[in-house]
């Protein structure tokens, strides 16, 4: 046993030592070999990619590359550093005395900067070619250290070098990406990924089936050191083949196929069904979390493969998987789709946010089952107008006689007709002219009507919308009839609120003249005239000899559609939504 090597992690073990090791990286790799030939080094290099896709790994072999003099000591810079000669040996161990490395996450401030860099930059390296600065994380010094950093990028001596690396390309200043060579580390493509791991568990002795590497490559997303951690815990799990069942079990995942059949089940419909396939997963240990994460992944998978039947030649999807995907994609329509997705990210968020995440995540696959129910408006609309008779003709059919006064409807107007504008009556013009100036607002009465929807005083705008009719009307002065139903203090609470809110004093009059219809008559009546005309429509007609009880909650004009397009166009999922509402 004592001479048994220590055990070393696979992440640290397989680390690349060399661009050949690089995997998924070719684009830079050759960018830097020919830099390198070409005796054109720059001074400075930023890498830039999510964690885990080897940009310190990167940093590490460029400055190998940098300062590696060859086995026989006699070598120049290249991009193929040997290993073995003191300036690679120790770069690897992170000890060499030319090569600093610092962390930017715990070396923000300008003090950091100047103490390891400012004030060293003028030393020659000790014992290498090149004194090189890897600056990890370099997005997170602060604005002085990036102001102090960058004169020394400006104007560096020729022996020192600088390779940042960053997740956050964006947070670094333009000033300082100006003066970098810039390379983008790639996420590992599927195929590259599995063909490392494979290769790894190869040179372990390790048995893994290629199903199981392809759950691994996906829940690494890109990332070679994750996906090399992970291929670490599923070997070490026992002798034997390591099987696509142990890594799931270890991943937290419910089986591919399961989270296909669950899909299925709701978008049948067949809640009792999913919801027992749904108890069945739980049971087995699935998180409920992980199970929604899993169907919100299989919405986005049959989306994408709709769009583009080529993305299902995915080499981490199984072929039995892959002819359900396709089948799918072409039956479901995309607004199911897009549905099921909102309807998902929405449930997500309940899940992460419920005391119990199982009762939530069943509410929201029985919320899900209704998606597929629900025809979509193109359907009811093809249906009617296959299944009914042609359309009589307005008048045709027995419509509601209309409300009192709706003939003249589409003559009536929101304004109140009776208004006089402007400051000509005897007793405005005796008030100062300031008052009138902040009266001015208030041309209209509709304007009185705004200033109280702005203070949200609901309760008297109810009251003032369905309880005055308007006989005249001038800034700082109201004439009413009111309705039967007003309360007798109106007048005067709506004086003393205009008052309080313009600091003008507001007449308000009660008179016996008929008056205009109050705002809320007003409304009723383009609302029914809307109604009428809605209902006129041939199509809209036949929805009512298909559905004789309908009713008309709604009419939306084309500028409602548009408005709504518009706002449709917002990213945001629709917090309101609900397919019960379309019920
Ligand atoms: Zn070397």
Redesign the pocket.
Known sequence: MSDQPAYQVLARKYRPETFADLVGQDAMVRTLKNAFDADRIAQAFIMTGIRGTGKTTTARIIA?GMN???PDGNGGPTTE?????E??TAIMQGRHVDVIEMDAASNTGVQNIRDAIIETVSYRAVSARYKIFIIDEVHMLSKSAFNALLKTLEEPPAHVKFIFATTEIRQVPVTVLSRCQRFDLRRIEPEVMIGLLRRIAASEGAEIADDALALITRAAEGSARDATSLLDQAISHGAGETTADQVRAMLGLADRGRVLDLFDMILRGHAAEAMLELSNQYAEGADPMAILRDLAEVTHWVSVIKITPEAAEDPTVGPDERTRGLAMAEALPMRVLSRMWQMLLKALEEVAHSPNAMMAAEMAVIRLTHVADLPTPEDLVKKLKDATPPPSGPGGGAPRPAPAGGGATHAVSRTPAPTHSGPSGPSASAAPQLAADALAHYARFEDVVDLIRHHRDVKLLVEVETGLRLVAYQPGRIEVNPTADAAADLTQRLGARLQAWTGNRWAVTVTNAPGAPTIAELRDAEDSAREQEARAHPLVQAVFAAFPNAKIANIKTEADRLADAAGDMLPEVDEEWDPFDDD
Do not use: D, W
Request: proline residues 9%; positive net charge; glycine residues 18%.
């Open positions: 190998k590696c003099i060859g550093p040997c290993g073995v000669c300036h690679c």
